[in-house]
Structure formats: structure tokens, C-alpha cells
């Protein structure tokens, strides 16, 4: 038994309302409701029991309740005429009492306390319905949100397949990016446009050859220019891609210099988009600390050390200071001692 006004009502008041309303039945399985058809009509469920499905764009149907005498449906139609946000759908033999608007009126006319109890109780259901579309929409993103992350990972195994160095640094790099812009303060969007970007960045070196890319000694400077290609390889990889649109500064800007001598565009300053900034910092933090072909690993300390004498040369000062109060919180050494346990 619903809780809703109509499940107690008096005698009196139901009386009034079953002289304003038209009376309806419906069988097992007949629709009462169909979404998206025009309607202006409310109902309150006499007697019987309906369920309440709404479709989703994507094919999903939801199943949004099921009520039973003394509840109530289309409530938005008393207040404005249009398409149905859902399909309602009899489960057991049931009849309902019908208004139009132009019964409400009449109902406001001849019982105005009982009518005022009546849009109390619609505000409560449409205040209610919202909050559980939105959760619904709110998981729906994250699925997505997972499924992208699953797409990314299949593309990072590619290159840590072809580049056996970038397997621990593309993870290190984007736990310190993504921990830099949130002690930025960024918002969650923006948090996981850093993270896709950030395990992407090094993606156009699929396109660099195997020699280059595992060469012990220096580069030669032809070697060099290859290796500057990859940002810009990584770009094209990606620009047709509209889900990764949003993470291709960090592809494409990790090598930028805020002095304006980096590479692939030489853009300096606040010009480089705000994500190539930050993957910049934990792209040279974690280059720094990891052994190379060509050479061995800083220690953490000289480093962030060397991280901020580049403050204003190399990279944007914000920046620098966010990843130097992860520095000097404990906050990195605690996700650089994570990582290794992972």
C-alpha cells in the first residue's frame, strides 16, 4: 500500500476527487502510459498494481518503480502539456482515476485544501524522480568512463609491447600528473582527461624505430629529430578519436619548454595548454629517477631538486610548486612506494 495522500484519504475528499476524475480499468499487461506519447492527464491508482519503465537513448530500459493503490502518475502533465517520460504498464488488473487539467481546475474550484495537498505531493515525487535519474546517468558515465580507460590500456600495451621502458614510466607518469592537478585543484573532468592523456603521452613513439628507441648510447642528431616526431605522431594517432580530444595537450605538449624552447611547436608560456604543462613536470620527474639505456637513475631528492631550479625555464612555476607540496607533504613518496607495491 502506497504512503501517499490518496492511501488514507478521507471520505469527503474522495468523494470530491472521484466526482472530478474519470475512471479507468486496464487488464494484466495493457499499457496505461506510453513514453513519449502527448498526453495531458494524472492519475491516481484506484486499485491493481502498474510498473513504471523508462528507455534510454542507448537502448537501456529501466525499471523506475512499481505502485499500487494510493499511489500516483503524470504529475508533470498538470503542469505542463508534452511527451510522456515514461511507459506505464498494468501487472494485475487495475483501475485508476483519471484528471485532465481541466478536471484539476475543477478539483481547485470545489476542493481547494484537497487540491493543495495534491501539488504538495507532486513537488515531493518530481524532487524524487530527478535524484534517481541522475544516479542512473551518474553510472552510466562511469561505465563509460571505465570502458575508455580499457580502450587506453589496450593502446598503452601496444607501445609498452614495442618500448619495454615505457611500461613502469607511462604508469608513474600519470599517477604524478594526475596527483599534481588535483593538488591543483582541477575538477574530476578534468582529473580524468589528465589521466587518459597522461598514459597516452608517449603514444606516437609506435611510429619511432625500434632501433632509435633502444639505442644505448646518445643520439645522433638525425636519431633525435625522430624522437621529437613522436608528440605530433601521437596527435594524429588520436584527433579522430572525439573521446580523446579533450587529453591530446598532453600528447601533444609534454616536450614544450615554458621558455618556448621545447618541441614539436616551440610554444612558450601560458600558450602551452594547461594539461601539456603538467604531464611535462611528471614526464621529466620520472625520466629523471628511472635508469635509461644510456645512463643511470637520479635519486628522488636531486630530482624534485633539479624539477625546481627549471621553475620559469622549463616549466611553469604552478606547477612546479603543486608538485613540490606533493614533495614535501610525503604525498609522492607515498604514491612512487604504491606503484612499486602495484
Given at each position: 500500500?502506497?504512503d501517499?495522500?490518496?492511501?488514507?484519504?478521507k471520505?469527503?475528499?474522495?468523494?470530491?476527487l472521484?466526482?472530478?476524475a474519470?475512471?479507468?480499468?486496464?487488464?494484466?499487461?495493457?499499457?496505461?502510459v506510453?513514453?513519449?506519447?502527448?498526453?495531458?492527464?494524472?492519475?491516481?491508482?484506484?486499485?491493481?498494481?502498474?510498473?513504471?519503465?523508462k528507455r534510454?537513448s542507448?537502448g537501456d530500459?529501466?525499471?523506475?518503480?512499481?505502485?499500487?493503490?494510493g499511489d500516483?502518475?503524470?504529475?508533470?502533465?498538470?503542469?505542463?502539456?508534452?511527451?510522456r517520460?515514461?511507459t506505464?504498464r498494468?501487472?494485475a488488473?487495475?483501475t485508476?482515476?483519471?484528471l485532465?487539467k481541466n478536471?484539476?481546475?475543477c478539483?481547485?474550484?470545489?476542493?481547494?485544501?484537497?487540491?493543495?495537498?495534491?501539488?504538495c505531493?507532486l513537488?515531493k515525487?518530481?524532487?524524487?524522480?530527478?535524484?534517481?535519474?541522475?544516479?542512473?546517468?551518474e553510472k552510466?558515465?562511469?561505465?563509460?568512463?571505465?570502458a575508455y580507460?580499457?580502450?587506453?590500456?589496450?593502446?598503452?600495451?601496444?607501445?609498452?609491447?614495442?618500448?619495454?621502458?615505457t611500461?613502469?614510466?607511462t604508469?608513474r607518469?600519470t599517477?604524478?600528473?594526475?596527483?599534481i592537478?588535483?593538488k591543483?585543484?582541477l575538477v574530476?573532468?578534468?582529473?580524468?582527461?589528465?589521466?587518459i592523456?597522461?598514459?597516452?603521452?608517449d603514444?606516437?613513439k609506435?611510429?619511432v624505430p625500434d632501433?632509435?628507441?633502444?639505442?644505448?648510447?646518445?643520439?645522433?642528431?638525425?636519431?633525435?629529430?625522430?624522437?621529437?616526431?613522436h608528440?605530433?605522431?601521437?596527435?594524429i594517432?588520436?584527433k579522430?578519436?572525439?573521446?580523446?580530444?579533450?587529453?591530446?595537450?598532453?600528447v601533444?605538449?609534454?616536450?614544450?619548454?615554458?621558455?618556448?624552447?621545447?618541441?614539436?611547436?616551440?610554444?612558450?608560456?601560458?600558450?602551452?595548454?594547461?594539461?601539456?604543462r603538467?604531464?611535462a613536470?611528471?614526464d621529466?620527474?620520472?625520466a629523471m629517477?628511472?635508469?635509461?639505456?644510456?645512463r643511470?637513475h637520479?635519486?628522488?631528492?636531486?630530482?624534485v631538486?633539479?624539477?625546481?631550479?627549471?621553475?620559469?625555464?622549463?616549466f611553469d612555476?604552478?606547477?612546479?610548486?603543486a608538485?613540490?607540496?606533493?614533495?614535501?607533504s610525503?604525498?609522492?613518496?607515498?604514491?612512487?612506494?604504491e606503484h612499486k607495491k602495484?
Amino acid at each position: 500500500m502506497s504512503d501517499s495522500i490518496f492511501s488514507g484519504m478521507k471520505d469527503e475528499d474522495y468523494t470530491s476527487l472521484a466526482a472530478c476524475a474519470k475512471e479507468r480499468r486496464f487488464l494484466t499487461g495493457e499499457i496505461i502510459v506510453r513514453e513519449k506519447t502527448m498526453t495531458d492527464t494524472f492519475c491516481i491508482i484506484k486499485s491493481g498494481k502498474v510498473e513504471v519503465t523508462k528507455r534510454f537513448s542507448d537502448g537501456d530500459e529501466m525499471i523506475l518503480t512499481l505502485m499500487e493503490e494510493g499511489d500516483f502518475f503524470g504529475e508533470m502533465a498538470l503542469l505542463d502539456q508534452g511527451p510522456r517520460s515514461a511507459t506505464v504498464r498494468a501487472i494485475a488488473e487495475t483501475t485508476v482515476f483519471e484528471l485532465a487539467k481541466n478536471d484539476f481546475e475543477c478539483l481547485l474550484h470545489d476542493a481547494p485544501d484537497l487540491a493543495y495537498s495534491i501539488m504538495c505531493e507532486l513537488g515531493k515525487r518530481l524532487r524524487d524522480t530527478g535524484s534517481l535519474l541522475v544516479s542512473h546517468l551518474e553510472k552510466k558515465n562511469k561505465q563509460l568512463s571505465e570502458a575508455y580507460l580499457d580502450t587506453v590500456h589496450a593502446l598503452v600495451s601496444a607501445l609498452e609491447a614495442k618500448d619495454t621502458y615505457t611500461c613502469g614510466h607511462t604508469s608513474r607518469v600519470t599517477v604524478v600528473a594526475k596527483a599534481i592537478a588535483g593538488k591543483m585543484n582541477l575538477v574530476e573532468d578534468d582529473l580524468f582527461a589528465i589521466e587518459i592523456g597522461a598514459l597516452l603521452h608517449d603514444l606516437g613513439k609506435i611510429g619511432v624505430p625500434d632501433a632509435v628507441l633502444h639505442k644505448a648510447g646518445p643520439l645522433e642528431k638525425d636519431e633525435y629529430s625522430l624522437i621529437k616526431e613522436h608528440p605530433k605522431k601521437g596527435e594524429i594517432i588520436l584527433k579522430n578519436v572525439e573521446y580523446l580530444k579533450r587529453s591530446i595537450p598532453s600528447v601533444l605538449s609534454h616536450h614544450e619548454r615554458y621558455d618556448g624552447k621545447g618541441y614539436p611547436e616551440g610554444t612558450a608560456g601560458a600558450g602551452i595548454p594547461l594539461f601539456g604543462r603538467i604531464v611535462a613536470v611528471a614526464d621529466r620527474f620520472d625520466a629523471m629517477i628511472s635508469d635509461r639505456p644510456y645512463r643511470g637513475h637520479m635519486e628522488v631528492a636531486s630530482a624534485v631538486s633539479e624539477v625546481k631550479a627549471q621553475a620559469g625555464t622549463q616549466f611553469d612555476k604552478e606547477v612546479v610548486k603543486a608538485f613540490l607540496g606533493l614533495y614535501e607533504s610525503g604525498d609522492l613518496a607515498k604514491l612512487l612506494t604504491e606503484h612499486k607495491k602495484a
